[in-house]
Structures are given as C-alpha cells and as structure tokens.
RNA sequence: GCCGAGAUGGUGGAAUAGGUAGACACGCAAGACUUAAAAUCUUGUGGACGCAAGUCCGUGCGGGUUCGAUUCCCGCUCUUGGUACCA
C-alpha cells in the first residue's frame, strides 16, 4: 500500500477485532487482574461529541497498555438508561422511553466502535434492563430489611433490632443516623402486636418512608435531590423548584457519615474530591444545649459549634417549621407569624438564594432561660436557620457570628461581648471568631477558645444542661421519584405499611402506563398502569428510584454480567476485587462518588464484598469546552457584520456594541482555522438571513468571508459548537483522533476543542508509514541487525512511554512517540527488530495503524497479543556527558567530560578550560559545584 | 465568604528528585520540488539590541531561601471548579 488509508484499515481491524472477540475477558486465568472502569454514560439523543471520547481514550490506551504488560484487563462499557431526558421526550411525543433509548444507544455503540475501544462488549449492561434492576431492587430489599447498630459499627439485620427491644426496649441502644424519640422498655415492646411492631421498626431501617421537606419541581412533577438543583432551579431544564412536605423513601446514609469520612483515606483520589465529599459530609464538633422555656417544663435544644461563648447569648433563632413553633407564638405575635411563614414557604429557593443578605424574622413573643446565668433570652423566628440541620434551633451570639450580629443589628438586640483582645471587633475586616480571650463570662473568663470550649462543654455535661456532640451536615438521600422512567420501588402497602416484595418476585417490571405524565390527581405516573397490585390484591408503589440508583453499584454488574441468581458470583468478586482506575468527571464528586461508596460500605457490612472502597484510585478528566463561532446583526436592521468589523462600524454609525448588536451563533463546524466563514456556507446556514447585508472581508483565496469572534462555552447543540466524533474520524482517522485527544494536554485539565492543531498527529502517523513503506508502495522494513544508535532511540522511548503511562501522564507519550520517530528518520532505520518494539508501545495509543504494520511485518496474531518490550539499561550507557558550564549560575558554554569521570577531578580541569579562563576573568573561583552527569556551576 | 486547581513564546503544551526554560506540535517566514496549487521535504522562529560574534531581559506580580528556583517558603493579582444563611 503506498499511502496510508486510515479509513480501510481502520474499519478492517475494528472487524477483526469484533468478530475474533479479541477482547473478551476471562476470569479463569493466572494473570493478576486489572479493572479500569469509565463512569458509564447516559445515552442522550444529542449522541457523542468530542469531548466525551477523551476519558475513553485514556482508559483504552492503559487498558491496551496493561495487557501488554501481562495483567488481566478488565475494561467494561455500559449505560446509564434510566434518566429524565428520555422521559421528557416521552411525555411530549408519547413514545416509549425504552425505544428512545434503544435508539440512542445503538448510536453511541456506532460512535464508540468507530473510535476503536478495546471494551469486552459481551458484558456490556444497561441500568433499564430488567435484568440488571432486579438487583438494583434487591439491594433497595436488603437496605430496608438492614438497621445500623452504631455499636457494632454496621448494618445489621432487622431481627438483631427486634432481638434488643425484646430483651431491653431501647435502653443502650444506638442506632446509626437515628435519633430515638419514644423509649419504651422491654415489657413495653412484648405488650404491642406484630402489626405495631413491625410499624415501630420502620423507622430504623435504612431505607425508610418519612415525611419529608424536598425539592419539588413542578414542570418536572417530581422531587429532586439536593445536588440535582442548582442556583434554585432544576439542574435539567432549569425550572423552578420549591420546598414542600411530602412522604418519601429516604437512604440513611447519615448512618454511615463517620466511616464515608475516615475511609477517604484509604482512596487515591484527588484532593478537591475528597475536600468535596468532606464539606458535603460536613463534621463537626460541638455541643447540645436545653434551654428551659419560659414558664414552661420543655426545653429547646440548640446545637453549637462555641458553646464557649454560651455567655453571649442574646436571642434564640428558630426555623420557621420548628415542631413546638405552636406553644411558642403567643397570642400578640400571632398574626405576624403567620403572616411571616406563610411569606417564607411562598419563597422559592431561587429567591431565598438571592436574598440572602436580606434580614427577615418575627419575635414569637416567649423567652427560654440561659442555664448557666438564668438570663431570659427572647426567640426569634428566622428563616436563616435551617430546620433540616442541627436541632433547627440556633442560640444567637452576636459578637461572635457576623450572621447572628447583622440580625441583631437589624432588630436593635442587644449585644453581649465576649471575647477581648486583637482581631475579636466583629465590626472589623480582621475579626477573626476563635482570637482572644473570653470576658463576661462567669467561669470561662480569661480562657482562649480551645480551652474554653473544653471547659464549657465539661461544665454543661455535669450540669446536665446538655452534652458535646458531633454533628454532621450530610442529610438521608430522599429516594422517590414521581417518575416513570426509574426502577419500580418493590414495595406494596397493607394497612398502609410498606412491606417489601419478596425477593422470588422481583425483578418488579416497570409496567404499560398510558401516558407518562402525573395522574390528574398529582399520582406519579405508574398509578396510570393497569392493575398495579399484587398477586394478593396489596397496592404496589407507585414512586420510582431515582437516577443514581443504579449506578451506585453498576461496576461490579460487569464482573457477572449474565447471573440470573445473584447480584455476581462471590468467586467474581473476590478475584476482581476493587475497580483499580476509575475514569469520569469531578461533576460527580458529591452525588454518584458519594452514593456508590454509601452502596458499597452497606455491602460490605453485608459481607458481599472483601474490601472498605470500591476505587482505589480515581482520575477526573476535565471538560473539553466549545469554541463557540459569533458575528453581529444590528438589532434594528437587517445588517450582519464581521466581528473584525463591528467596532468600527458601531462607531461609524453611532452604536453600542453591546446593546444594539445581536450576537448571532455560527456552526463551528463552517468556521476555517482563521475563524472565517465564507458567505455563501453563512447563507446556507442562515437561510432566514440569506437576503441581508453584509460587513464581509476578502480572505487569501479572494472569497467573500466573515470574520468570527470566539466564545469558550460548554458544548451545546443551541450554540452550534459540537464537534462530532464522527466527522473528525472521517477526515482524519480514529488513530489520529485518539493521539490528538491526548495529545492537547494534561487528561485533568479542561480545555477548549480545537482542531487546528490536528494536522501535527495526522503527519506523524503518515510519517510513521513512510518507515514501512516507500512513496511507491514498496516493504523497505529490513532484517539487518540493530546498531547501538537506533537501540538507543528505542530504548530511550520504551523507558519513557512505560513511565508516562504509569503516572497516568497520557500527553507526554504523544510527543514522545514523535521524537522518536523524528530521530528513527534521522537514522534511515527501517530495520524489524526496533520497528516492531515501536508499533508494540504504541499500539495502545494507534490500534489500527500499529496491528496494519505489525501484520505487515509478517505477524499473524493481533498485536494485543504481544508484550511490551522490556527496557534495558545498557542501551542508554553513554561513555561522555557534555555539562553545561554555568556561572553564577548562567550557562556560558559547554564541557565535556567521560560520564566515569569524577567530581573532584572535573572541579580541577574546569580551571584549565578556555571557558573558565574567559569568564574568571583571571580572578579565583569561590566555589565549584559540580553535580555529577548533571551540571557545573563556578560561583566568582 | 470558604475550600480546591491553575497562570510558561503568536497558540496547545514540555521540563518526573532544586540543576542547560520553551522539548514536541501548531502557526508563521524563507527555500526545494511543481506550469501552478496542494501534499511532501529542508532551514529558521521567546523578546529587545546587533551585520555578526554576542549581550541583556524572560515561566502572573512583589519579596525570601539557595552556588543555582517554572519547581521550595511568605505576601498579593487574575482565571477556573466546587460550595454557600450549616449555628
């Protein structure tokens, strides 16, 4: 072949490989194992653009890599089918959600082979197979049937619950993310029905029905998550989201905080991950305090991270849904606190958000005592205070906390110092709340804050008045969805208790509904399926699991993917293990990494898995962003203008840039690597603008063209800045496509996608041909014996590739490649011995191109097969280094000395070199620092 | 506000343990081949001054440590990701 048809021999091995299952993983073997996972995708009818392919890039280069290299690769690919986007489509066109995601997957896999993964497809898994949620349902089953005994530090069995309260009620008992609010005795417990039983016990179990205050979407009729809401509004779509009380399945993850924290440790993932998870998680330390009402026998009881400054205290702040709000409002107040909690709840998050800095509260009209001083505090209502966090209630020190000050300010509450010395002026940009030493307060006086806050804490516990406590400020996941397009939840109601189907039953088969919308009486959507019960006639749940569901534990489907039985065989597990490199955006760093560890731990306390982590270590790519392309219309005529233009014409005709010109986006895709697009390709694309009047420019080949300005953005079809895969595969080849995505810099970093740069890659592998074949087609690969030189180069590149890929450093191999080659070119070599160790380490960059060469070379197996060359040492012994001579620390010139040489000799001959005598300038030297092989620096 | 990541030529980036800053690639310029263009090949390409040899400056800014700093320390600026009334 004379030129190097990407095309042909691309589509020839993506075949090959396919049809003699190349990749294809066993379990049985006596290699060590291998997982590298990517965080699977949603199929999303916009298919792939560029940006998604370059994590499955590198995952596929160290995947290739280490089978080289002797490991048992696992290297898996599946789909997160479940999702709103499908639904949304359904609701509008009435289609089935399973047929747009059938669809939309059967493009990505098109997108995905043209690009030539080494994925093992014979265990690829969908989330909306049933086969693979009937597990998803039996570990929801295991999570209700499951209680976290905070003694034993796990999840336990419901009977163990049923065995403590049998034999002491809920003396000494304690429960992991449960606050237990009615004690009762044994003999207590052994009086009640199996029915009452079985009701109190619904509120340990880790998956449990709970009123709660979420997220409601009305446009998307459903709740969302905490991180599926973003500045107040739906992450998809953007809609408004209020607060609203609602029953709800919730995961009690809280249980597991401590450990979700610690284990953090145990994984090499990026810090600002783990800082993430760790702010999410929120820990901290302080102490709960019962202040005595007024006239009254209750406490409340506030949570504080400065129970030192307990003697500041001025005014109580509660939630605006505080439970003993009702005994607290007096009379006088009442109206005002209606008025100001029906103005709150009308509030959307949006706009509490915006208002932050706006002050807002109402006296209730009572007091509650300070314990430690008797002093009457008033309580306020303030919608600043959360009721989800602490106790909902808040013991205000306005000297000490900028909020809690700015709000006494705004009421006219008097305000108690406490703390004296420098930095402690609240009023001032220095404070600092944890300086100087506390005052006007009893006991504590004269005592900085670490040792306050011992002693405070101490004297409140002895007292009785409350107890030091940590507080976390992660929340239970809420787990309904009033959607259609989710796992059914395998929960039936008798007597209105949930009870879990049996796990013979499942899995439960999302059933025909007629529409995908709400019932008109606000059901969520499976309560429009025909004959929703079961067998024994017990109504079935109509709330679906939420979109994270499955992918909290879809990684270890791969190791098992066809077990009908059970979730994977314990065989599969304990030889797999652990997922050795997972791959995927940092996007996910508190929702999905939060959750699939949550799913994990409760696993393991199941026994079903051997280790603490699923990921040892995690690598986040970073973001491929758009170059969005722009000209300007003049908003009120019909003039489109150049972006090079535009300044001056604005200022001809007396225009703002910014407000009388609209920006209008032009396809990247039209755009030449000068940012210009001709006028003929702009009036196809704006058929509507065809008849205007342009500001054009004339480019290098006489054509009428307009000059772009560039925008960085996130890829989106609306700013018509996607660059598709495809198309790049097409005019360049998947091998080149694969180099370039790495070679545009560090995988961590985001970038913008340009293709300008392509050209450098496309050259090199056509170079890299032009090694095997000459222009006229011919073999020129020759047997002739290697000499020191080329086994240098290749040993020297062998070295570096190996490096580099070990520390997941996947751009420098690129360039790495191309000087290599540059220096084989220098040398004319065409011999087999060091070409076939070439095509080997790159083989895992360039697939296609490296299995062409290598059969042409006269190998008849792929060369997946072969192992990676081994570095030898000895072909990179120089007998010479030339030490850059450097005074003061400037270079100024070159010496060469044998590499045996040693130091204390060099630092006698520098002195006789001609160098030394010109830059010396006669005088002695201070000192000679010669650093062996590496430098010399003469300090005059 | 708080937490994290980053800033190197015209551009993307390299420098792995404090040791020749700018590898590699794009772009640009000149040349070869060609009737011409494309492709390919050769040479040059951080800035300033200089015919040149060369000199000075140079890794966001200001200090420091060191024989030597893109790399370590202190103080800023900007960009970017996350988070936000968390008591």
């Known amino acids: 072949m004379a030129e190097y048809q990407f095309r042909k021999i691309e589509q020839k091995w993506q075949k090959y490989w396919a049809e003699n299952q190349i990749f294809k993983t066993s379990d049985q073997t006596e290699k060590p194992k291998y997982y590298i996972l990517d965080m699977f995708p949603y199929p999303s009818g916009a298919g792939l653009h560029v940006g998604h392919p370059l994590g499955y890039i590198a995952t596929d280069i160290l995947a290739r890599y280490k089978r080289l290299k002797g490991f048992n690769v696992l290297h898996p690919m599946g789909y997160d089918a479940f999702g709103l986007p499908a639904e949304q489509y359904a609701i509008q066109t009435g289609q089935h959600p399973a047929i747009t995601t059938e669809k939309n997957i059967a493009r990505y896999r098109e997108q995905l082979d043209n690009i030539g993964f080494s994925y093992d497809w014979s265990r690829e898994i969908r989330t909306s197979n049933p086969d693979f949620y009937k597990f998803t349902q039996w570990i929801f089953i295991q999570l209700f049937n499951h209680w976290y005994n905070k003694k034993s530090d796990k999840a336990e069995p419901i009977s163990t619950l049923f065995a403590h309260f049998e034999q002491y009620g809920t003396e000494s008992l304690s429960v992991g993310g449960v606050e237990i609010e009615k004690h009762f005795s044994a003999n207590d417990w052994k009086s009640l029905s199996e029915e009452e039983k079985y009701k109190i016990s619904l509120s340990f179990r880790l998956a449990y029905l709970a009123p709660t205050t979420v997220n409601w979407c009305a446009e998307l009729g459903t709740v969302l998550a905490n991180e599926e809401v973003k500045d107040g509004v739906s992450e998809r779509g953007g809609f408004p989201v209020v607060k ?71 005014y109580m702040a509660i939630c605006p849904e505080y439970d003993l709000i009702d005994i607290l409002v007096k ?109 006007n307060s009893d006991f504590l006086n004269g005592l900085t804050y670490q040792a306050a806050m011992d002693k405070a804490i101490e004297v409140i516990d002895t007292k009785k008045f409350g107890k030091g406590k940590v507080n976390f400020k992660i929340r239970d996941s809420i787990f309904s969805r009033q959607r259609y397009w989710g796992e059914p939840i395998p929960v039936y109601f008798k007597n209105d208790l949930p009870y879990t189907l049996p796990e013979s039953e499942l899995p439960l088969i999302l059933p025909a509904v007629d529409k995908y919308k709400p019932t008109e009486t606000g059901e969520p959507p499976l309560a429009r399926a025909k004959n929703w019960k079961t067998k024994e006639g017990h109504k079935l749940e109509t709330n679906t699991m939420p979109g994270w569901a499955g992918s909290s534990w879809y990684f270890y489907r791969y190791l098992d993917p066809k077990n009908a039985e059970e979730w994977v065989s314990q065989d599969k597990i304990n030889y797999w293990k652990e997922v050795d490199v997972y791959l995927g955006g940092a996007e996910h760093a508190t929702g999905h990494l939060l959750y699939s560890r949550f799913w994990h731990k409760f696993l393991f306390d199941l026994g079903k898995v051997p280790v603490k982590e699923y990921a040892a270590k995690l690598i986040n790519q970073g973001m491929i962003q758009g170059r969005s392309c722009l000209v300007f219309k003049e908003r009120n005529s019909n003039i489109v203008i150049c972006y090079q233009q535009l300044e001056a014409y604005a200022k001809e005709n007396v225009l ?134 080329e086994l240098k180069v290749l040993h020297k590149t062998i070295k570096r590739i190996e490096e580099d890929i070990e ?89 060469k000395y044998a590499t045996d040489y040693s130091v204390a000799q060099i630092e006698k001959e520098i002195q006789e070199t001609e160098i030394y005598a010109k830059w010396s300038e006669g005088k002695p030297a201070k000192k000679i620092i010669v650093v062996h092989n590496k430098i010399i620096n003469i300090v005059m």
């Open 244 to 314: 609203k009380e609602m029953p709800q399945w919730n995961l009690r993850i809280t249980a597991y905080s401590e450990r979700l924290l610690n284990d953090l440790s145990l994984v090499d993932w990026s810090e600002s991950i783990k800082d993430q998870q760790k702010n999410w998680i929120g820990k901290s330390k302080g102490c709960e305090i019962n202040f005595p009402l007024e006239g009254s026998t209750q406490m409340m009881k506030v949570f504080t991270t400065r129970p030192d400054t307990i003697f500041g205290v001025t």
């Open 331 to 439: 009379e006088s107040q009442k109206k005002e606190v209606e008025k100001y909690i029906h103005a709150t709840s009308q509030r959307s998050e949006r706009e509490r958000m915006s208002n932050v800095k706006t002050i807002s509260g109402v006296f209730t009209g009572s007091y509650c005592i300070n314990p430690l001083n008797n002093e009457k505090i008033p309580i306020w209502i303030a919608d600043y205070v959360l009721a989800g966090y602490g106790t909902g209630a808040v013991m205000a020190v306005p000297s000490s906390d900028i909020r809690d000050y700015q709000f006494a300010k705004h009421f006219h509450l008097p305000i108690i110092q406490v703390l004296q010395g420098a930095k402690t002026d609240i009023t001032q940009p220095d404070f600092d709340p944890k300086a100087g030493k506390i005052i």
């Open 656 to 789: 703002h840039t910014e407000t009388d010109f609209q920006a209008i986006y032009v396809d990247v895709n039209l755009v030449d690597s000068n940012g210009q697009i001709t006028l003929k390709d702009f009036k196809n694309f704006r058929s509507d603008l065809k008849d205007a009047k342009f500001e054009f420019s004339i480019n290098a080949k006489g054509e009428q063209v307009l000059t772009c300005q560039y925008l960085v953005e996130k890829m989106s079809k609306s700013k018509y800045n996607v660059v598709n895969p495809d198309d790049v595969v097409e005019k360049y080849g998947a091998d080149t496509l694969r180099l370039y995505e790495m070679f545009l810099g560090p995988l961590e970093q985001s970038k913008p996608w340009n293709t300008n740069n392509i050209d450098g890659t496309s050259r090199f592998l056509r170079r890299l041909w032009r090694l095997f074949f000459d222009e006229s087609g011919n073999f020129v690969v020759t047997n002739n014996e290697a000499n020191a030189a």
């Open 807 to 895: 520390r997941y450093s996947f751009n420098t191999p690129v360039s790495t490649f191309m000087v290599c080659l540059n220096e084989l070119i220098d040398l004319k070599c065409h011999k087999k011995d060091i070409l076939e160790n070439l095509l080997i380490i790159l083989s895992p960059y360039s697939p296609h191109i490296a299995e062409e060469l290598w059969q042409a070379i006269g190998h008849t197996k792929s060369i997946s097969y072969a192992t990676f060359p081994k570095f030898e040492e000895k072909y990179l012994s120089e007998s010479e280094f030339e030490y850059p001579v450097s005074f003061n620390g400037k270079v100024r010139g070159k010496q």
